[in-house]
C-alpha cells in the first residue's frame, strides 16, 4: 500500500516563496522516482519537476527553471518543491507523484502515464 499525502499549499503573493510536501508511505520510497505536476484552472495537468532515487539527477519544466527546487529526504520519507519568486500563472493544485519504473530515475519522466502513485494535491494560489 503506498499513499502520497501533499501539503504546504496556500496563497502567497506574487514575487514570495512557498515549500510543499509530499510524505509517502511504503516500503520502497528510495527507489521511486519522484516528480511533481499541477493544474491550473481550464488546463491540462503538466510536468513541473522530477528528482531520481538517489536525487542524484533533477529535471524541471522551462517555465519553472531557476525557480522551483525539487529535492527529497529518503530518511523522512519526503519530497519537496520550493518554489520562489512565485508568477500568477504558477498557481494550481500541485501534485506528487511516484514511479516504480528504473528507466526514470535513469533518464528522466516527464508524462502523468509513466508515474504509478498519486497524491490528493494541494492549492497554491499566487495573487498579482
Known amino acids: 500500500q503506498v499513499q502520497l499525502v501533499e501539503s504546504g499549499g496556500g496563497l502567497v503573493q506574487a514575487g514570495g516563496s512557498l515549500r510543499v510536501s509530499c510524505a509517502v508511505s511504503g516500503p520502497t520510497f528510495s527507489r521511486y522516482t519522484m516528480a511533481w505536476f499541477r493544474q491550473a484552472p481550464g488546463k491540462r495537468r503538466e510536468f513541473v519537476a522530477t528528482?531520481?532515487?538517489?536525487?542524484?539527477?533533477?529535471y524541471y519544466a522551462e517555465s519553472v527553471k531557476g525557480r522551483f527546487t525539487i529535492s527529497r529526504d529518503n530518511a523522512k520519507n519526503t519530497v519537496y518543491l520550493q518554489m520562489n519568486r512565485l508568477k500568477p500563472e504558477d498557481t494550481a493544485i500541485y501534485y506528487c507523484a511516484a514511479s516504480r519504473e528504473n528507466y526514470c530515475s535513469d533518464y528522466g519522466c516527464y508524462r502523468e502515464y509513466e508515474y504509478d502513485y498519486w497524491g490528493q494535491g494541494t492549492q497554491v494560489t499566487v495573487s498579482s
Open positions: 528528482i531520481s532515487w538517489s536525487g542524484d539527477s533533477a
